[in-house]
């Protein structure tokens, strides 16, 4: 894929080695007869292959907490590597919108403004120009001198949506669970700004638990199940399924089965 600006996750297979469990007494000690329990190997991801095409807006990981999502976007954007397969993407190209990153709670709004845009690559002088902007969007002016400890979540969201995407459209976005800020008339404004950066023309990859904003923002969507890829295809036909299982599931439960 060299120098274009697409997404290629090729049989990719992540694992963790967790110790084994050691005794917590003198008498668990005994009983396993001074045995040193093996390290466990634990897989949060198996076998995954898909592609989002250069200038793709309708590529997307979705699926219930646990299904390997995070690690995915973490192998995406570079910060790990698989234990097996490959992800062909240049990292330099890829923006990972992620919300409150690096908020320091007894650091005030402005002093995490200048933090958490230095973790997103940021430097003092595009926060500098960026910062009313930021603020009037976010709508905390009034707020930025005190401490975010002293936030409600709705106000912690805002500001991190605000500075996540207080910048042109990048080549490669990543969406994480970014559309789930705030109230319904900031959530309205939230997806305005990400429709702007999408049609700026990035290959995109937007991640979510709600089949809502699946269905509303994408064209395409990909179900990852206990780090597996279930299904691949339309958004209604994925969305679908899903609430299928999870019918199933709450019918189980129902019957006591």
């Keep these: 894929m060299g120098g274009e600006t697409g997404i290629r996750v090729e049989d990719v297979t992540m694992e963790f080695r967790r110790a084994g469990e050691e005794p917590g007494s003198l008498k668990e000690l005994l009983v396993s007869g001074w045995r040193k329990r093996r390290p466990q190997t634990f897989r949060v991801l198996d076998r995954v292959s898909f592609t989002v095409e250069p ?59 200048y933090l958490g845009g230095a973790i997103l690559g940021y430097t003092k002088e595009h926060i500098d120009r960026k910062y009313r902007e930021i603020v009037a969007f976010a709508e905390l002016e009034g707020f930025l001198e005190e401490k975010v400890r002293s936030y409600s979540s709705g106000m912690v969201s805002r500001l991190g949506f605000a500075l996540a995407t207080a910048r042109d459209a990048p080549e490669i976005l990543i969406l994480d669970e970014v559309l789930s800020v ?51 295809g339309s958004p209604e036909e994925v969305c679908a399924a899903y609430e ?9 439960l129902a019957l006591g089965r």
């Design 244 to 252: 299928q299982q999870g019918r199933g599931k709450s019918k189980d």
């Design 55 to 113: 200038g793709e807006v309708d590529g997307h990981a979705w699926g219930p907490t646990g299904s390997g999502k995070s690690h995915l976007l973490k192998l995406i954007a570079g910060v790990l590597a698989p234990t097996a397969g490959r992800v062909v993407v240049d990292h330099s190209r890829v923006q990972l919108l992620t919300l409150g990153t690096g908020f320091d709670p007894e650091l005030t709004g402005r002093e995490n403004l």
């Design 182 to 232: 705030g109230d319904m008339f900031f959530r309205e404004k939230s997806e305005a700004r990400i429709q702007e950066m999408i049609h700026g023309g990035s290959t995109v990859l937007l991640v979510s638990h709600a089949p809502g904003v699946i269905r509303k923002n994408c064209t395409r969507a990909l179900w990852l199940d206990r780090g597996r890829l279930r299904k691949l």
